[in-house]
Every structure is written in C-alpha cells, then in structure tokens.
C-alpha cells in the first residue's frame, strides 16, 4: 500500500492535527504517553521557541493519518555555522521519541515515503538527530535501515541509557530477594511508626505546589526550576487527554510531604517518571519503600512498571529485564555544516577516551557546541 507523505511546517496545521494524531496514537501496536499530541505541543510552546514545526504526516489511498514523524526544524550554531537540525518536537523531558505508525501497517511502509520526503527535500536541512528511540519498536530500526541505503547520506547509531521494566500482573519476576525484602521490613517499620502511603491519587491536586518544592530541593537539574518546565507540566496536567493518566503517590509524615512521585499510567503500564524524597529522610529509605508500595499497589491491575531510561541501582533490584534506546544521526555525507555539527563533539569523545581532557580544551570545545 503506498502511503502519501505530507510536510507541515505551520503551527496552526500542527494545531489542527490533534484529533488525528492522537487517534493514531492509540492505534500504535506500542502506544506510550509521550506519543500523544498534547507532549509535543507543550513542549514546543515552552522548549521551541524560534523552532518550527518539520512534521511529515503520511496517509493511505482513503486520506487516513496512518504514520506521523513528528520533528521540528531548530537553528543551532556549531562552530561558528548556522546548522539547520531537524529535532523531535518534545524534548529531553519524554523518553520512546519514535516514528508513530498504525499497528496495523507495515513499519517499512511507512519508513520508506518518510525517507524519501526527507531525502526530497534535503535542501532544507542539515542533519537530522534524534534520540530515545526505542529499540522495543521495530520502527527504529527500520529506521536505521532505511537511511544507510542512501549513498549520499552517512548514518551513524548510539545506543543510549538503558530501560528498566518490571512484568506486573503476577508474572515471575527476578529480582534482588535480599535488598527488596529489607526494603518491604523498613515500609512496614515506617508504616507503625505513623508514616502514611497513598498510592495512585491523582486527585490531590492541592499537593502538586508541595510536590514542586520537594522535586526543586532533591534535585539541582529539576525541570520545576525554571518557569518553562512549570508551565509545561502544569499544561500536561490539565489537559483533557491526560485526564485519568496521571499517578500521583505520596508519603506524609506529621502532616508533610517526606516522598513523592508524579508520573503516568495507562491501561497496562505505570510509568515511573519524577520521583523525589526529602533528604532529612534518606536515612529512613522513605523513597524506596515507596517505590515498594507503588509496585505492590498496581501489581495486580496492570502489566508492566516501567523505569523509564535511568538505571541507578535501586532500580535494578526489582527486574533484570531491560531494553535500549537509540540515538539516530543522519546527514549528508559531503555536508561542511554536518561535519562541523559533529566535530566538536567527536574531538571531545576521542580526547576524553585518551585519558585527561585538558581543562582549557575542554572549554574551547564545548563553546564549539554552544547553541
């Protein structure tokens, strides 16, 4: 079945695509909540400014919206070039940035026209990159496929941090028997000494400005410190779609928030997303047993926890099961404005792995990669 390719590259189409996208979205034969219209519309309100939609919509013989790749087109300088990046619209704050294609269609019918827009009109960028796609989606790989068969481009793929999953619903799970069974003594002692858990309650939305405070002070690189990230969750949370795919779990201790996380859940997947816990109590491991309340409470309705891209440890006494996301470059092989894209970068990379980097090197290099 041959697909048309359309290129959108106004706010107001990207606008009017909403119904479309996200009944596609729940079409996918593996939707996740970062696949929805409503994540790359926020993030492109607050993350994109001066970046314009690069959004490829490809539809079948009836006008049907089957398959969608929903990049940006961004300016970025790289030493001292103007380079014309072609992005994902939603940033760092979402992980699974893939190829959004109808579960019923086959992925390479839907790469191809895709790489052949791109390809078509390769006049309008220079490098293409994109990370966090998940290799649990085939499409990605597709991906990766499609564009080394094109002799004028260069392909390169970085596998990125590691996914974490636990198979919920009763299924055997390996885990660290040890860690988590000291882990669910110390819930129970905290439980006795008058520490409460409320597990899934979405609808404390009067604790939301407490979990802000608590998420800014445990950690220096929270997305609630400035007000882009402020105004994008407090969109994302109002939003009608995300209505019923909010988690919200907690631990109160003398009437204060010690721990807490916000993230998503959908019919068979919890996500877990933006953790944070008070460091008055870390001693007291309020945010691991937490953790061990949440696992516990969506054990029997739900499928799969998914960790998301970090893998500290603790995550990792709860599964052994994990998946990879990929980071895709794609440029013109005789491209001046790619090779100065990833110049500095590969100078930094190949002098960091020969030992020392002086300091004053690495300064000059990373002004290199200044946007």
Request: hydrophobic share 45%; glycine share 6%; net charge positive.
């Amino acid at each position: 079945m041959a697909l048309s390719a359309e290129l959108i590259t106004t706010t107001r189409e990207f606008e009017a695509l909403r119904p479309e996208w996200n009944d596609l979205a729940s079409r996918l034969e593996r939707p996740e909540i970062f696949h929805y219209w409503e994540w790359s519309w926020f993030s492109f309100r607050h993350y994109r400014a001066g970046d314009e939609p690069f959004i490829v919509a490809m539809r079948d013989a009836t006008g049907k919206l089957v398959a969608l790749a929903p990049l940006c087109r961004r300016h970025v300088r790289r030493c001292g070039l103007r380079v014309r990046l072609l992005d994902t619209l939603t940033t760092d704050l979402a992980d699974y940035r893939n190829l959004l294609v109808d579960g019923a269609l086959q992925r390479q019918a839907a790469v191809e026209p895709l790489l052949d827009l791109l390809h078509e009109r390769g006049t309008l960028w220079d490098v293409l990159d994109v990370s966090q796609l998940s290799t649990a989606d085939s499409t990605s790989l597709h991906l990766f496929n499609g564009a080394q068969h094109r002799p004028d481009w260069s392909v390169h793929g970085h596998p990125l941090t590691a996914v974490a999953m636990r198979g919920l619903g009763g299924r055997r799970v390996a885990e660290n028997d040890a860690r988590l069974h000291r882990l669910r003594n110390r819930k129970r002692s905290l439980e006795a000494a008058g520490f409460i858990f409320s597990v899934g309650r979405a609808d404390r939305t009067d604790l939301w400005p407490a979990f802000c405070e608590l998420h800014r002070n445990a950690w220096p690189s929270s997305a609630l410190r400035d007000r882009r990230g402020t105004a994008f969750f407090d969109d994302l949370r109002r939003s009608e779609t995300l209505a019923g795919r909010l988690e919200f779990s907690f631990v109160e201790f003398e009437g204060r928030i010690v721990a807490a996380h916000f993230g998503f859940v959908d019919a068979g997947k919890v996500y877990f997303y933006m953790p944070a816990m008070d460091a008055a109590f870390r001693r007291q491991q309020v945010g691991g047993a937490l953790l061990c309340a949440m696992i516990e409470h969506y054990t029997p309705t739900h499928a799969l926890f998914d960790f998301l891209r970090a893998t500290e440890d603790y995550r990792l006494w709860y599964t052994d099961t994990l998946a990879l996301n990929l980071r895709l470059v794609v440029h013109r092989s005789a491209s001046v404005r790619a090779f100065a894209y990833n110049f500095a970068e590969s100078a930094r990379q190949a002098l960091t792995r020969l030992g020392h980097l002086p300091r004053a090197v690495h300064r000059l290099l990373a002004r290199g990669t200044a946007e």
